[in-house]
């Protein structure tokens, strides 16, 4: 690869890091506390190739100009040609835009149908000191790795009888259908689903990927190492809304 070519793919991916870290489309792949590194890169390779494609255009001029100069006083009648440099590699520039600045969605379902829902890893280490009752209200939103946390680890039932609100996206498999979230501790690449089983309401018409805000109580005692800690929920309302900017949990 040519290095004018290797200097502008450079800027093309600091570019994209900078954008992806100001558009908030990092979050597809990363947790919010990595917003500063990603700008930190994206800008010192923006800089590094900006710089070298300068040095490099006063390479060449400053050489074109010594040979024309070499050789119109080995040759007064004679005029300088240049030969540019193929272009046929600056074609490699359309892929890698292409791929860097078109973000791919975030993981949903087939993620979830394909990985294993577990217990959030948190919970093999809480205590039930702590897991406090809930707060007061009709309704108590939660994070979902929270619910099922609770329920799959809370000996003291505090969810028992409390109507919990949370959202997450539709996944149907096995004639059930899940609400589900997926949990990263530092990127995508290691995002493990958390589940509830629906079980009832009118979510089965939503196909997969629909993001739900689902209101409900928690069956006590459905979630188990038996069916990957996935607590059933019986709904009491079901509203769809728009996938949130940050489609994960941590």
């Known amino acids: 690869m040519r290095r004018e070519t290797q200097n502008v793919l450079l800027i ?17 792949y990363v947790k919010p506390a990595q917003q500063p590194w990603i700008i930190a890169g994206g800008a010192v390779m923006l800089v590094l190739g900006a710089t070298a494609i300068i040095r490099d ?22 005029h300088g040609h240049h030969h540019h440099p193929a272009r046929s590699a600056w074609l490699l520039v359309v892929p890698v835009l292409a791929v860097f600045l078109v973000a791919p969605p975030a993981l949903g379902a087939d993620s979830v149908t394909r990985t294993e829902a577990r217990l959030p890893a948190s919970a093999a280490t809480t205590s039930a000191a702590a897991f406090p009752p809930l707060p007061a209200g009709a309704v108590v939103p939660m994070a979902m790795n929270q619910v099922v946390t609770r329920a799959g680890w809370d000996a003291n039932g505090t969810m028992n009888g409390r109507t919990v609100e949370i959202s997450g996206f539709v ?12 949990v ?3 990127c995508a690449a290691d ?3 958390v589940t509830v089983h629906l079980k009832g309401g009118d979510a089965d018409r939503f196909p997969s990927d ?5 209101a409900g109580q928690v069956v006590p005692g459905t979630a ?8 059933d929920l019986v709904p009491v ?3 769809r809304i728009t996938a949130p900017k940050d489609p994960y949990e941590y």
């Open 237 to 239: 309302t079901v509203e």
């Open 57 to 78: 255009i006063t390479a060449a001029r400053a050489a074109a100009k010594a040979a024309q100069e070499s050789e119109t006083a080995d040759h007064p009648d004679a």
């Open 184 to 186: 990263i501790s530092c």
């Open 12 to 28: 093309l991916l600091g570019g994209a890091l900078v954008k992806i870290a100001l558009n908030g489309d990092y979050l597809r």
């Open 171 to 182: 996944v149907h498999t096995g004639g059930q259908t899940l609400l589900a979230r997926l």
């Open 191 to 193: 995002a493990a689903p």
């Open 210 to 214: 629909t993001w739900l805000r689902v």
């Open 224 to 231: 188990t190492e038996a069916n990957s800690y996935t607590p």
